[in-house]
């Protein structure tokens, strides 16, 4: 089967560091994807991994370990607007043109001042 | 217009009623996808659509019919819905295989 995990809600304070993990079972692997949706938004793309290791891309950082289905984000020096939720989404090398997403719940970000 | 697009952002219908979700994209991308966003549920894939040909039906109910007239545009037709499926329905495209680029999203609403 499938299936893609994550916390469902975390709190942090304004300045610090934040990680989120996401732990994947899934029959066929083509990458993994962070997306930020604030309420009522679309979601935008945060990241992409598809070999094991960080990829950082400003304050945030995003690490992937296939041969553990284990991926993180990493957020520093949070900021208010960074409250949102975080979406964790597999690519499903599987499927027929090898681009279907495999989304988490996501995790629901607070952070306080 | 840059971006995804889609209209209408609101959507109230009865059960009976038929209605069209629109959504088009000007990045030229070749992909397009259709999501379902639930309240504590992940979003959900319904269709994808490749060079226009549908690639992907993720075991959707047929009371909803997408249709993809080229690659820049993407259409969900709605017919005889029921209350659960009020949702978030958001389109996206891609480069394949880069990242998805999301919509705004359509807030449908079935009475």
């Known amino acids: 089967g499938q299936n893609i995990d994550q916390p469902t809600e975390m709190t942090a304070t304004e300045g610090a560091i934040v990680q989120i993990n996401c732990t994947y079972q899934t029959s066929g692997f083509n990458g993994l994807f962070w997306y930020q949706q604030h309420a009522g938004e679309a979601p935008t793309f945060l990241s992409y991994?598809?070999?094991?290791g960080l990829e950082e891309k400003g304050r945030f950082s995003s690490f992937l370990s296939r041969s553990k289905g284990y991926s993180y984000l990493l957020l520093k020096e949070l900021q208010m607007k960074d409250s949102a939720s975080y979406l964790c989404?597999?690519?499903?090398?599987?499927?027929?043109?090898?681009?279907?997403?495999?989304f988490g719940k996501g995790t629901t970000l607070s952070v306080s001042s | 217009e840059t971006g995804v697009t889609q209209t209408p952002r609101h959507l109230v219908m009865g059960m009976t009623n038929k209605k069209s979700l629109k959504c088009e994209q000007h990045l030229g991308h070749n992909a397009m996808y259709w999501y379902k966003q639930s309240a504590k549920k992940p979003l959900e894939l319904m269709f994808v659509y490749n060079f226009k040909e549908q690639t992907e039906n993720n075991s959707v109910p047929s009371r909803f019919s997408p249709e993809c007239p080229n690659s820049s545009h993407l259409f969900l037709h709605l017919h005889t819905l029921q209350p659960e499926d009020s949702a978030l329905y958001l389109c996206?495209?891609?480069?394949?295989?880069?990242?998805?680029?999301f919509g705004p999203g359509t807030r449908l609403t079935v009475l």
């Open positions: 996206a495209s891609s480069q394949t295989p880069g990242e998805q680029f």
């Open positions: 991994n598809v070999l094991d």
């Open positions: 989404a597999v690519r499903d090398g599987r499927s027929q043109a090898g681009t279907a997403l495999i």
